[in-house]
């Protein structure tokens, strides 16, 4: 499968604990993005990335929150000191910039804080 | 902040009946695009549409841009059961962004 890859599918942590979740996007898209997604709510968007620059982050993106993407490929996103609102399924997406409307998701991973 | 609405929230219909389905802001969008969710899964984009007043298919998917640019529906003609999904209108700003705004979503049903 080439498509946009997330790791884990499911985490459970307890709260005040650090979780980390990646991104491996379809090969050749130079942009990748980070949205969040609660029960019966669309997609909010976090931040995206174009190579290894990240260009824009949303206000929901607290100072708990960090994500990267070092060498232009694969993504990390770290929520540092979880709280129970961080529940919710992080999706990862992908696009080449010249087709930035042509966006595919990931599968998505499942935080529940507990 | 720019939200949208998404009508109606949930659906029931036979196999074989058309739905329709819309999305309208407060500002306006650059792009409008349409995408289905299957649960525990990603979204996946159906239909993207760039200009005022555009009218796209996919198959059985007809989706158009409203002349205003804050609106947006999408049709699906004789469904079928896989048909069902949550469907999302997402609109993409104005200017030099990579963000997309979801609406919260239409749950279709389709009954055999």
């Known amino acids: 499968d080439t498509g946009v890859s997330q790791d884990p599918r499911h985490k459970i942590t307890k709260r005040g604990q650090n979780v980390t979740f990646r991104c491996d996007p379809i090969?050749?898209?130079?942009?990748l993005y980070w949205y969040r997604q609660t029960l019966g709510q669309g997609p909010e968007f976090l931040t995206y990335?174009?190579?290894?620059?990240?260009?824009?982050k949303s206000r929901l993106l607290s100072d708990r929150f960090s994500a990267e993407r070092p060498k232009g490929s694969f993504s990390t996103l770290e929520i540092q000191r979880t709280e129970q609102g961080d529940s919710a399924m992080y999706l990862c997406?992908?696009?080449?910039?010249?087709?930035?409307?042509?966006?595919?998701f990931g599968e998505g991973s499942w935080l529940t804080v507990v | 902040g720019q939200q949208l609405n998404q009508s109606p929230q949930s659906m029931f219909i036979q196999e074989g009946e058309d739905v329709s389905m819309n999305c309208t802001s407060s500002?306006?969008?650059?792009?409008w695009l349409w995408y289905k969710q299957d649960p525990g899964e990603g979204p996946v984009l159906l239909i993207a549409?760039?200009?005022?007043?555009e009218l796209t298919s996919n198959g059985r998917l007809t989706a158009q841009f409203g002349t205003t640019r804050k609106d947006s529906f999408l049709n699906i003609s004789a469904s079928i059961p896989s048909d069902v999904g949550i469907y999302f209108c997402?609109?993409?700003?104005?200017?030099?962004?990579?963000?997309?705004?979801f609406g919260q979503g239409t749950t279709l049903q389709v009954k055999p």
């Open positions: 090969s050749e898209h130079n942009r």
């Open positions: 500002s306006i969008f650059n792009t």
């Open positions: 549409l760039y200009k005022a007043g």
């Open positions: 997406a992908s696009s080449l910039w010249q087709e930035a409307n042509t966006i595919y």
């Open positions: 990335f174009q190579n290894e620059a990240q260009l824009e």
């Open positions: 997402a609109g993409r700003p104005f200017g030099n962004t990579g963000k997309l705004i």
